[in-house]
């Protein structure tokens, strides 16, 4: 009796499997790439965590709600202005001020508006036109000569690009365009013409971001260059850091700043290279009651600013 033997069976790598989950990945639809953000929101990371809303003095903020779209907001500020002098010594003056403001909110348009004591008023708007078209608006009127000022946006959202018209006041006309050109890159452009000041200009942006970091580039013909880099820890803890150049008046300034986010409050701080530090504490005391610490530090200028508020309402 013949003896069968069984064929012989091939056992595939035990990482030819990975590799090939590997190589799917690796395969880019370059027709169904992310829509990028705005080109004016491209160092949006690093300005929450290195610019907070510092102030000095006093402030109490308190928002009622009328019903499900429309609510009022009182706000008072009290504490010291800084005035614009010719010589390196700061000059402040005690100021206080009352905000009335009235805001309403639906999913297709948000209408915001603000009356001050000091007589300016300003004035927000954004309308969705359509599903990829949208309005924004904003002013401001003051008693003062040649301080109001106005601005028009339309905002056009496509598949995997962004563009933007602006129209403003003085003659100011501006657009920008961003276009996603790979799943975490994203390059741009924007152009402006400054009628009343005869003055044109032209810029150049990159955006770099994944899961875990953010890396953005920008460069214009007036001088400016920036750069800014966020590395996210966790969850709760981010790193940022950003460099400002001017090469027409060669000025530069380097900064690193955290975001600490915990269960009941939120921590900023930043350290800049012209002696500058700064800490923003956001703390949740209760459902619609925040308390608010801001401290910042200028050694060079010998500088101290401190302002402590509370937020009631949502």
């Not at 990028?36 to 109490?60: D, N, Q, T, W």
């Not at 403001?101 to 309308?127: H, S, W």
């Not at 000569?145 to 100011?172: C, E, I, W």
């Not at 402006?192 to 875990?212: E, L, P």
Request: proline share 4%; glycine share 8%; net charge neutral.
């Amino acid at each position: 009796m013949a003896t069968l033997i069984p064929p012989s069976v091939i056992v595939p790598p035990a990482n030819s499997k990975s590799a090939a989950v590997e190589s799917e990945k690796e395969k880019v639809d370059y027709l169904n790439l992310p829509c990028p953000i705005p080109y004016e929101e491209i160092h949006r990371e690093a300005l929450m965590s290195l610019k907070p809303e510092l102030f000095e003095g006093v402030r109490f903020d308190f928002t009622k709600g009328l019903n499900q779209r429309f609510s009022l907001s009182h706000s008072v500020f009290m504490g010291p202005t800084e005035l614009p002098t010719q010589s390196a010594d700061i000059v402040k003056i005690p100021t206080a001020h009352y905000e009335f403001g009235a805001n309403f909110i639906d999913p297709q348009m948000m209408l915001i508006g603000r009356v001050m004591t000091d007589g300016r008023v300003n004035a927000r708007v954004k309308c969705d036109l359509s599903e990829n078209l949208s309005l924004k608006a904003n002013g401001q009127l003051t008693g003062e000569p040649h301080m109001s000022h106005g601005m028009v946006n339309f905002d056009y959202k496509g598949k995997d690009y962004r563009t933007q018209f602006q129209l403003g006041n003085g003659a100011l006309l501006g657009a920008s365009y961003i276009q996603s050109v790979g799943p975490h890159l994203s390059l741009g452009g924007e152009v402006f013409w400054a009628g009343q000041h005869r003055k044109s200009g032209i810029g150049y942006a990159a955006r770099y971001n994944t899961d875990k970091m953010v890396a953005a580039g920008q460069v214009a013909s007036t001088g400016m260059v920036a750069l800014s880099y966020v590395q996210k820890i966790s969850d709760k803890v981010s790193l940022a850091s950003d460099f400002m150049y001017n090469y027409m008046s060669r000025d530069v300034t380097a900064s690193f700043g955290y975001d600490y986010i915990l269960r009941q409050c939120r921590l900023r701080g930043k350290i800049d290279s012209n002696g500058c530090v700064a800490a923003f504490l956001e703390e949740r005391l209760n459902m619609g009651l925040n308390f608010i610490l801001s401290a910042e530090v200028d050694h060079k200028k010998k500088d101290y600013k401190f302002g402590f508020g509370l937020t009631v309402g949502e």
